[in-house]
């Protein structure tokens, strides 16, 4: 069965700044992950995915991850905040194969960008 | 464009009524899922489907059914309220190639 953590339930950063969430994962199969952002009282949106091609995966918004296998993690990074990235994110994986089906998420992390 | 479309918005219940939240995509994909939202806890798995006709449990099934008759509709059926089934749901659906769930704007329920 596959898991996945995050890293800090909040993260607060001033606009301009580096955004760095993390993920680690758990997974007996290469797995499918994800990085979904919800908005308040919005539903999830996807904003970057890895299916086992390229291991640095460009997403929305300015957004990117790299999956590290080693480390079994996919941290989500953005180069400098806005104050519209101010959401909570989620982490979420799935097992490849015939199990790809079924999403796990992590607990999430709310982001708080100051001015 | 609809996507997924999820109703009611908004529902209170007394403990120990039932109620069906609906869910229909218009993407034509064959997967479709049911989560919950709790504070903390990320969003968990109820039931998911894999095709009209078969669906199966995921991680917190106990108190819901669903039923997959068309590759639409997908509803969540509360077979008798608790205050423990307070929370936001969450309908979604995925087409086959690990492509990533589209979701629907919530149903935000409380049980009193």
């Known amino acids: 069965a596959q898991s996945v953590t995050q890293l800090g339930s909040h993260v607060s950063v001033s606009e301009g700044a580096l955004v760095l969430l993390r993920c680690n994962y758990s997974?007996?199969?290469?797995?499918?992950l994800f990085w979904y952002v919800q908005y308040p009282n919005q539903g999830l949106q996807l904003l970057l995915k890895?299916?086992?091609?390229?291991?640095l995966v460009k997403g929305i918004n300015g957004f990117e991850a790299e999956f590290k296998k080693s480390e079994t993690s996919f941290h989500l990074t953005k180069p400098s905040a806005h104050m519209s990235d101010a959401a909570e994110y989620f982490c979420?994986?799935?097992?490849?194969?015939?199990?790809?089906?079924?999403?796990?998420f992590g607990a999430g992390t709310t982001v708080t960008v100051r001015a | 464009n609809a996507g997924v479309t999820q109703t009611p918005k908004f529902q209170v219940l007394k403990t120990g009524q039932s109620m069906t939240l609906q869910c229909a995509q218009d993407?034509?994909?064959?997967?479709m899922s049911w989560y919950r939202q709790d504070p903390g806890m990320g969003l968990r798995l109820i039931h998911y489907s894999v095709g009209a006709g078969i669906t199966d449990q995921g991680e917190v099934p106990n108190g819901y059914n669903v039923s997959r008759s068309t590759t639409e509709d997908f509803p969540l059926r509360l077979l008798s309220a608790a205050p423990s089934q307070t929370s936001v749901y969450f309908c979604?659906?995925?087409?086959?190639?690990?492509?990533?769930?589209?979701f629907g704007s919530g149903t935000r329920l409380t049980v009193v």
């Open positions: 979604a659906s995925s087409d086959r190639q690990g492509g990533g769930y589209t």
């Open positions: 997974s007996s199969v290469p797995p499918y």
């Open positions: 979420a994986v799935s097992a490849g194969g015939t199990n790809d089906y079924k999403l796990s």
């Open positions: 993407m034509n994909h064959e997967y």
């Open positions: 890895y299916t086992s091609a390229a291991t």
